[in-house]
């Protein structure tokens, strides 16, 4: 007994006559008859009775019909499956990411996701705010979309991740208590440097700024997060920058202060409303997974009375050792 000749069997149930089953089945209608003589041989039994041009259940014929049913059900089901795991070998996914959510934070948190799965292509690409995001998400031109929230376009369906906290990240050497928060409303005699493109990330620190009284003194403005930090580092004056970069920057030597009150922002993935590939969604939840084990470790941490900075390097640290043993690398000692 073969697949196709179940298949041809509940066409000719399901439609009434062998004549529009293989219309339906684009067959001939000969080679449809053939294959359920042939069925009905194997099983020495009648399917079907012949009255005429038309052909009715047997007793037999109607026993099949729902075995058939659940046996194709599941080879459909198989191949669904394997198709799922055939997408998770191959091909790519396009991402779009805004100044506020940088490419390089996406890269970090899909570490996990490119272990598991190394033959699929991520393809990143920055637009220049949430609305542009969205547009580009709902048009197709990329299937996620990392940004905060809220974002201004119903259309999208949304997936919130997590919380952006932005510390403020001062130059390598400045003379400034590490272990307390930096109250806001000294701000006025902190030189700083502003993106020019992280329109909104400059929207409500500047909303916090004014509810602390504060006047921000800018000294320089420039297109990108990689220029504030690269001038923070020089000593030029210092920045807002999200958590996960400010790890980095106090790897280098900066001087990250926590504030007082906090900055900080939900943000999460924009997607089109219709399915998302099997990818796409192994990628969102890969993505979140990533960040609850760092956000966790972080809070477990901070419970022992760990700094958030020092919390995050060391949750930054294990992760990272985690996913390298999970793969197998063994790391170069450096004694």
């Known amino acids: 007994m073969e697949i196709r000749q179940l298949e041809y069997f509940l066409a000719v149930v399901e439609h009434h006559g062998v004549n529009r089953a293989a219309q339906h089945l684009h067959i001939a209608q000969a080679s449809l008859s053939q294959s359920i003589r042939q069925l009905e041989r194997e099983l020495g039994l009648s399917l079907f009775h012949r009255t005429g041009r038309n052909l009715v259940l047997s007793p037999a014929g109607e026993l099949l019909v729902e075995p058939a049913r659940t046996v ?12 799922a ?30 272990r598991l799965h190394p033959g699929i292509r991520l393809d990143l690409a920055e637009y220049g705010s949430a609305a542009q995001l969205c547009e580009e998400v709902l048009a197709g031109n990329c299937e996620l979309g990392f940004t905060t929230f809220p974002v201004p376009n119903d259309s999208v369906s949304e997936v919130e991740l997590a919380v952006q906290r932005l510390l403020l990240v001062l130059p390598p050497g400045t003379d400034v208590a590490r272990a ?45 997060r990689h220029a504030q930090l690269t001038l923070v580092l020089n000593g030029v004056g210092g920045a807002f920058l999200p958590l996960r970069m400010a790890t980095g920057a106090a790897r280098s030597g900066a001087v990250v202060l926590e504030t007082r009150p906090e900055v900080r922002t939900p943000f999460g993935i924009v997607h089109r ?9 192994s990628f ?8 609850d084990r760092w956000n966790n470790r972080i809070a477990a941490l901070r ?6 900075l ?19 690398i063994v790391p170069t000692s450096t004694e």
């Open 303 to 308: 419970k022992t009375g760990a700094s958030l």
């Open 180 to 224: 307390e928060s930096f109250p806001l409303g000294r701000l006025d005699d902190v030189p700083l440097i502003a993106s020019s493109s992280a329109l909104r990330e400059n929207s409500m620190v500047a909303t916090t700024l004014r509810r602390e009284a504060a006047v921000p003194r800018i000294v320089a403005q420039v297109p990108n």
């Open 284 to 291: 969102v939840i890969e993505t979140k997974a990533t960040l």
């Open 72 to 83: 194709l059900t599941d080879v459909l089901a198989a191949r669904d499956i394997m198709r």
């Open 310 to 328: 020092d919390a995050a390097l060391r949750a930054d640290d294990e992760l990272h050792d985690h996913q390298v043993s999970a793969a197998g």
């Open 85 to 114: 795991a055939h997408e998770l070998q191959v091909g790519a996914i396009t991402i779009g990411t805004m100044p506020e959510m940088s490419s390089e934070a996406v890269a970090a948190w899909s570490r996990s996701f490119t």
């Open 273 to 281: 409303p219709d399915a998302l590939t099997t990818a796409a969604q």
